[in-house]
């Protein structure tokens, strides 16, 4: 090849070739070893990449997340709902269409490719507060990190807040002898936006009370429901059980008889924050109670979390 020829080949490659899309990978959760410890974030949350790079993201829990790309001023849909019209497969987002996987858990993943420059929200629509953000720059751009970056920061980032969670959880008790905290939970943030952590346990699994008594079930996580079930779980989780009423200071109520009775609390969780120009929220309810007129061995669940481990015994004595 002569030397012409050989600058001619340089400068068609220069010129003419195609800039390589990259594959960026991103996480999303972390849980410990047996699963009580929930880490509801993507991570890292924050990603610089260039127009035409995909993201592939692996979930690495068993809490459910979604991976949603809702398009500006998009009314958020229910998670189960998702976005109307997108089938779950590999996705393409530039802001006009949204993108939604269904929840997903350990070992599923899912890729989008971002063709457009912009600054895109990553939301899960299980959590509210579990957000990020993709920063799509054009291919000129320099990019801040790589790959190994991202990966570090991730796996940092899971153990800080694994090891925050294990600190809440050592410092959690209920107020009360007859009261059951209902997991423990914090929100934190980052310039990309709002990790949460979740203990999915009933902080005193077992409870030993006398007939007659009231317990008192509590959540003070910011924004993960929990549900206080005896005997049948119902198909809808979110309301509570006919046998369940509310006392003067907005507490809910049951009284259980018998083993062999059902008794379903709704979601027991706070209500999200309020913000300027929206309708203020009404308060969620946080308390459950139940009264116990009977000896015996009730075994209950947390009907989203049983299958972490959430689950909890109240033991009546004469
Ligand atoms: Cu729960």
């Given at each position: 090849?002569?030397?012409?020829?050989?600058?001619?080949?340089?400068?068609?490659l220069?010129?003419?070739?195609?800039?390589?899309?990259?594959?960026?990978?991103?996480?999303?959760?972390?849980?410990?070893?047996?699963?009580?410890?929930?880490?509801?974030?993507?991570?890292?949350?924050?990603?610089?990449?260039?127009?035409?790079?995909?993201?592939?993201?692996n979930?690495?829990?068993?809490?459910?997340?979604?991976?949603?790309?809702?398009?500006?001023?998009?009314?958020?849909?229910?998670?189960?709902?998702?976005?109307?019209?997108?089938?779950?497969?590999?996705?393409?987002?530039?802001?006009?269409?949204?993108v939604?996987?269904?929840?997903?858990?350990?070992?599923?993943?899912?890729?989008?490719?971002?063709?457009?420059?912009?600054?895109?929200?990553?939301?899960?629509?299980?959590?509210?507060?579990?957000?990020?953000?993709?920063?799509?720059?054009?291919?000129?751009?320099?990019?801040?990190?790589?790959?190994?970056?991202?990966?570090?920061?991730a796996?940092?980032?899971?153990?800080?807040?694994?090891?925050?969670?294990?600190?809440?959880?050592?410092?959690?008790?209920?107020?009360s002898?007859?009261?059951?905290?209902?997991?423990?939970?914090?929100?934190?943030?980052?310039?990309?936006?709002?990790?949460?952590?979740?203990?999915?346990?009933?902080?005193?699994p077992?409870?030993?009370?006398?007939?007659?008594?009231?317990?008192?079930?509590?959540?003070?996580?910011?924004?993960?429901?929990?549900?206080?079930?005896?005997?049948t779980?119902?198909?809808?989780?979110?309301?509570?059980?006919?046998?369940?009423?509310?006392?003067?200071?907005?507490?809910?109520?049951?009284?259980?008889?018998?083993?062999?009775?059902?008794?379903?609390?709704?979601?027991?969780?706070?209500?999200?924050?309020?913000?300027?120009?929206?309708?203020?929220?009404?308060?969620?309810?946080?308390?459950?109670?139940?009264?116990?007129?009977?000896?015996?061995?009730?075994?209950?669940?947390?009907?989203?979390?049983?299958?972490?481990?959430?689950?909890?015994?109240?033991?009546?004595?004469?």
């Open positions: 090849m002569n030397n012409s020829i050989s600058r001619f080949a340089i400068f068609a220069l010129t003419f070739a195609p800039a390589f899309a990259a594959d960026w990978h991103a996480t999303v959760g972390a849980q410990d070893e047996n699963k009580g410890r929930q880490v509801v974030a993507f991570l890292p949350n924050e990603l610089w990449i260039h127009a035409g790079d995909s993201i592939q993201w979930v690495k829990a068993d809490e459910i997340h979604t991976i949603t790309f809702l398009t500006s001023g998009q009314v958020r849909p229910p998670f189960d709902a998702g976005c109307p019209g997108f089938s779950f497969g590999a996705a393409i987002f530039d802001g006009s269409t949204c939604s996987t269904p929840p997903m858990v350990s070992g599923q993943s899912f890729t989008v490719e971002f063709p457009s420059v912009g600054n895109f929200k990553l939301v899960c629509l299980v959590h509210p507060d579990m957000t990020g953000v993709v920063h799509v720059l054009d291919t000129s751009a320099k990019l801040p990190h790589g790959q190994e970056f991202y990966d570090k920061q796996a940092s980032q899971a153990n800080d807040l694994l090891t925050d969670l294990a600190q809440l959880q050592g410092h959690h008790h209920a107020a002898d007859n009261g059951v905290a209902v997991g423990a939970g914090k929100t934190l943030a980052n310039a990309g936006g709002h990790d949460t952590i979740s203990l999915m346990r009933f902080v005193k077992e409870l030993v009370i006398h007939m007659g008594a009231t317990v008192e079930w509590t959540n003070d996580d910011p924004s993960m429901p929990h549900t206080i079930t005896f005997g779980e119902p198909a809808n989780p979110i309301p509570p059980s006919g046998n369940v009423s509310v006392d003067a200071d907005g507490a809910l109520h049951a009284t259980i008889a018998s083993t062999s009775d059902s008794v379903h609390s709704g979601f027991i969780v706070s209500a999200p924050q309020d913000e300027i120009g929206s309708p203020q929220t009404p308060l969620g309810p946080t308390r459950f109670r139940i009264t116990f007129t009977n000896p015996g061995v009730y075994p209950y669940i947390c009907a989203l979390h049983d299958d972490l481990g959430m689950k909890g015994t109240i033991i009546v004595l004469p």
